[in-house]
């Protein structure tokens, strides 16, 4: 069985326990954040989550462990088997995580955690995750 670290704020995490669900394959979380630890960074060099418990070992960073999952397992394909398709997907995972994922990231303070951040900031945010979603529906 898979053993997935991570905590369910972070979007990382989020990610590939969406691929396990959809999938249908057994897998335990253990509940964890990101941090410097000896021990954590014993299987997450950078120390952060999502890592993946497989049978061999440790697996980090989300696309290799999405591509492994892909790859070498069971269960309901979620990439399309042809190239091209493939390719398309890929895009529009990169399009979302680069340009909508990352500068939402810049409110998440203010939105989820009571800071405050200032209208530079807020503005920022704003355009580029209008230009990202703009892109997307192109
Ligand atoms: N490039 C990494 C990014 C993962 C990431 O940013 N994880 C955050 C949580 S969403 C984390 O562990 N942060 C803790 C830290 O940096 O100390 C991936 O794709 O898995």
């Keep these: 069985m898979f053993k997935l670290y991570g905590f369910t704020v972070s979007n990382y995490f989020n990610m590939v326990k969406l691929a396990l669900l959809e999938k249908g394959l057994e897998f335990e979380?253990?509940?964890?954040y990101?941090?410097?630890s000896d021990e954590f960074l014993s299987?997450?060099?950078?120390?952060?989550v999502p890592v993946l418990g497989v049978e061999q070992g440790f697996i980090n960073e989300t696309s290799a462990i999405l591509e492994y999952l892909?790859?070498?397992t069971e269960g309901k394909a979620l990439l399309p088997g042809e190239p091209f398709a493939r390719a398309q997907v890929r895009t529009?995972?990169?399009?979302?995580e680069l340009y909508i994922e990352l500068p939402a990231r810049i409110?998440?303070?203010?939105?989820y955690f009571g800071a405050e951040?200032?209208?530079a900031l807020k503005n920022k945010c704003k355009a580029e995750l209008l230009a990202g979603i703009d892109t997307l529906k192109r």
Excluded at 43 to 48: A, E, H, L, T, V
Excluded at 92 to 96: D, N, R, S, V
Aim: with cysteine; glycine share 10%.
């Design 34 to 36: 990101g941090n410097q």
């Design 70 to 72: 892909e790859e070498c």
């Design 107 to 111: 409110g998440y303070p203010e939105a």
């Design 43 to 48: 299987i997450s060099p950078r120390g952060k």
């Design 117 to 119: 951040i200032s209208s």
């Design 29 to 32: 979380v253990v509940t964890l």
């Design 92 to 96: 529009l995972m990169k399009e979302i």
